[in-house]
């Protein structure tokens, strides 16, 4: 969880340097000097109001609308006084207004009108800029009252900020850099989301593409680029565009949780209520192409914070079921919804104006980006992990399954012996007895062991091969030769009396004179392990799929280059097992 801290902190740590969190104040004669009182507020529902009527009205300071949507026409009144006399700008970050109009009056009684908004064209603004902005000429302490009067199909909330014209450029230009950034950081994490979805096909990159998508659609329209780049003419768009584009992010982020979670497997009521919510979520976008309505925003707003609140849940619930990618997942939404909580609280004036808190959204919507892509980066390293743990228990399972098909087979036919050895000697069918308790004691020594040394399994091979001398005493001859540094090296139990067995089963038990030869060699960097014996007839057909196969597969659990291969070189039929040398 440290480590997960460290990318977004050396984040900020780069913005505060590029971007001082401070607003600086140019030291020029168009500095920022002024005396501002507080605004007044005033609703037209009618619509009546002149700047000549409206001056003769009281004003509110309450501003009841702020953050609302309203059908009414909203006045905002505050005074101006500065201490230099020059050219002031008067803007607002807020560009969601239909039309703003800007009324100075002077102490003369003189009126200076100007209009700017969404609604007019980018040639019949005031300045060609995606904000709302107008230019005003103060004299030195002279004190100037302004009206604003603004209509806007979405929300309104009004942010007037004055600032000298040379700030106002300074500014401007910090604004467009932060947000190419900002965007662009955001546009590299959706491609590069999109990219792995193409790769792999997992639906979680594609799903969270999809949401980082619509966000940044979102944002974009938030800050005017929409409405001044993107769809400049379609008048139909821009109250809608936002809500919109927030709405279907919510749908894709939930699509997103719910499959990156888990939540069929951990909640089948989280499971159904991400169902539930996917499907509030697209009504809420298809609610927003009707005309706007406090109605549909304020039930859309509750739905929002229910949202966030689910996903919230979410996480906490499958974090607690110990699904570890649940804590980067956690962690991203934590950065996000600060970001979002200190914007809104610089909006309403609880904070301080200053690039941290006015970008703080844009801030925390990239950290969440990167997060979430450590998240997904995490559940891959998880799934991974949980697939090799099965593998492992699968390959045990198999072992456990070929070694007990082994262990009968072997007693059987050593019982055989033994009731062979007592019809014909009572004597060597208890020295015979007596073996077979050895090989059972390694048997049931080893039952549970996936893997043993070389020597073990060469001394469980050479008391079978002692049954075989008891069996038929005087007619075997057996050679073993081994390299003693390479007995140590690990290998799966029972795989070479099985070859010895088939030599006696398939070849030696027609002749007078048995020759068996057992080899273990390494060579060139492989272990050859070989048992070789004479025959009077040519090698048939070899099934691979039975006893064989068994010990092929047990060996390549461990060593996928292993090989088993049975051949014959005139009289004599060698079954020979290689495997990498691990040292």
Known sequence: MKKALIIPLLTLLLLNTVFPLETQKANNPFAVTRVWEKSE???????????????LEAFNQTPKFDHGLTSSRIWERFRLQADETGSWILFSRWVKADRIDMYAVYPDGSIVSSTAGSSLKKEEQPFRHRRPTFELRLRENEPVDVYISTDSRSKIHTDMRLTGTLQYVQDSLRDERILFLVFGAIIALAFYNLTVFLSTKDRNYLYYFLYIFFMLMYDITVEGFGRYYLWPDWDWMFPRDYNIFMSLSFVFVLFFARSFLN?????HRLYTASTVGIGIFLVNALLFTLPPSSLIVNYSTACFFAGISFLLVAGLFTLSRGYRPARFYLLAWCFLIAGSSMTTLRR???????ILTEYAIYFGTVLEAVLQAFALGDRVFTIQNEKLKAEEALIDANNQILQNRMKPHFLFNTMNIIFNQILESPRLAMETLHRLSENYHFITEFNDKKIIK??????????????????????????????????????????????????????????????????????????????????????????????????????????????????????????????????
């Open 263 to 267: 939540l069929k497997e951990f909640s």
């Open 348 to 354: 309403i004036h609880v904070l301080p104006d200053t």
């Open 454 to 583: 070389l020597k073990e399994e060469l001394n469980f091979l050479e008391n079978y091969l002692h049954l075989m001398e008891l069996r038929w005493p005087g007619k075997v001859a057996i050679d073993i030769s081994a390299d003693q540094d390479i007995l140590d090296i690990p290998v799966p139990p029972f795989i070479l009396q099985p070859l010895a067995e088939n030599a006696f089963k398939h070849g030696l038990h027609k002749l007078q004179n048995k020759e068996l030869n057992v080899s273990l060699q390494a060579s060139d960097g492989l272990i050859r392990l070989s048992i070789s014996n004479n025959t009077a007839d040519k090698l048939g057909y070899v099934d691979y799929t039975r006893s064989l196969g068994n010990i092929l597969k047990r060996l390549k659990n461990y060593y996928p280059g292993a090989s088993l291969s049975l051949y014959q070189e005139n009289a004599t039929i060698i079954s020979e097992i290689t495997f990498p040398d691990p040292r």
């Open 41 to 55: 507020w005033l609703s037209d529902p009618g619509r009546a109001f002149t700047i000549n009527t409206v001056m």
